[in-house]
């Protein structure tokens, strides 16, 4: 899913394996394999680097894109169910107050780990 969703936000421009590999934490050779298999099925083609002829991108397709939103689909319809009948201004309270509970909950982790 990351595979897609970073080039998606590339625009036409396309994103290096190597920028693929740093964001996922594995090597070029693992992201190479894996856009293989997005490219075999559809979702993603190579394209050369304009600023770089020895290199290439890799591009989300319309295949990829619609992919992309029908795997977010359900996810949107329950927030839309869950969230019914809010407020804009109590969903902004709400947005707050989780903000916050995960400050709290960054801070007791830290406090845990310097043994207080």
Do not use: Y
């Amino acid at each position: 899913m990351d595979l897609l969703l970073r080039p998606s936000s590339a625009g036409d421009e396309g994103v290096s394996i190597g920028e693929l590999a740093q964001a996922a934490g594995v090597t070029s050779r693992n992201v190479t394999g894996l856009v293989d298999t997005l490219e075999r099925d559809g979702l993603a083609r190579r394209v050369p680097d304009r600023r770089d002829r020895r290199s290439v991108l890799a591009q989300i397709t319309p295949e990829g894109l619609a992919w992309i939103e029908a795997f977010r689909k359900p996810s949107q319809l329950a927030m839309a169910a869950i969230f019914r009948g809010f407020t804009t201004e109590e969903l902004g309270l709400l947005r707050h107050l989780c903000l916050r509970l995960a400050v709290n909950q960054e801070q007791l982790a830290q406090h845990l780990r310097e043994g207080r």
